[in-house]
């Protein structure tokens, strides 16, 4: 089955630059989609298309892509950026939807 | 607004049975897929199921497959899940989403999700 691998956690002080990373070999032929989700709250949609901000989403949130990895970078993070952070992709054939398994952003 | 609306959910044994329905407002809903996403607590995010709007695609993650059955009633604005030969590791919070993913565009969509527990 197809996987997509994101670091479990990543930690920035306020202010700082978060960037966090999702792996997968079909990343450069299928678009890829981040979701911030907090605690007892359904998953948000953040980026789309690799770089498309949602509606919505602060500007400090942007997306790119680089060979098998997609990057989510947050400039200027803040507090209420705490969260789990999800990219998603489909497989090859675009069949199968995938999630990777989640990134904690810890703001310190 | 758009609006999803999951329920159904609830402690069944294992081996046993279980619906789940998404109640969809907000948009039209015979216009778009829709798919099924479970979470584990404390655990990640996995895609269970997609059904395109008129029900002629249908996909199952390996995990599901033969065990779960996506269906949808357009007139009713209603999208469902019928589980069987439910295990422990089924235990989760289940939601039904719209995916940008299915569109090209930022229409992505979720409910608040309805607990699924698996225990005798």
């Known amino acids: 089955s197809y996987e997509l691998t994101q670091p479990p956690s990543v930690s920035v002080s306020p202010g700082q630059t978060a960037r966090i990373t999702c792996s997968g070999n079909t990343l450069p032929k299928q678009y890829s989609y981040w979701y911030q989700q907090k605690p007892g709250q359904a998953p948000v949609l953040v980026i789309y298309k690799d770089s498309e901000r949602s509606s919505g989403i602060p500007e400090r949130f942007s997306g790119s892509i680089l060979g098998t990895t997609v990057t989510l970078t947050i400039s200027g993070v803040q507090a209420e950026d705490e969260a789990d952070y999800y990219c998603?992709?489909?497989?090859?054939?675009?069949?199968?939807?995938?999630f990777g398994g989640g990134t904690k952003l810890t703001v310190l | 607004e758009v609006k999803l609306v999951e329920s159904g959910g609830g402690l069944v044994q294992p081996g046993g049975s279980l619906r789940l329905s998404c109640s969809a407002s907000?948009?039209?809903?015979?216009?778009?897929?829709m798919n099924w996403v479970r979470q584990t607590p404390g655990k990640g995010l996995a895609w269970l199921s997609f059904i395109s709007s008129s029900s002629d695609t249908i996909y199952y993650a390996d995990s599901v497959k033969g065990r779960f059955t996506v269906s949808r009633d357009n007139a009713n604005n209603s999208l469902y899940l019928q589980m069987s030969g439910l295990r422990a590791e089924d235990t989760a919070v289940y939601y039904c989403?719209?995916?940008?993913?299915?569109?090209?565009?930022?229409?992505?969509?979720w409910g608040q999700g309805t607990l699924v527990t698996v225990s005798s």
């Open positions: 998603q992709s489909a497989d090859s054939s675009g069949t199968y939807r995938v």
């Open positions: 989403a719209n995916f940008a993913l299915d569109y090209g565009d930022d229409f992505d969509f």
């Open positions: 907000g948009f039209t809903f015979s216009r778009y897929s």
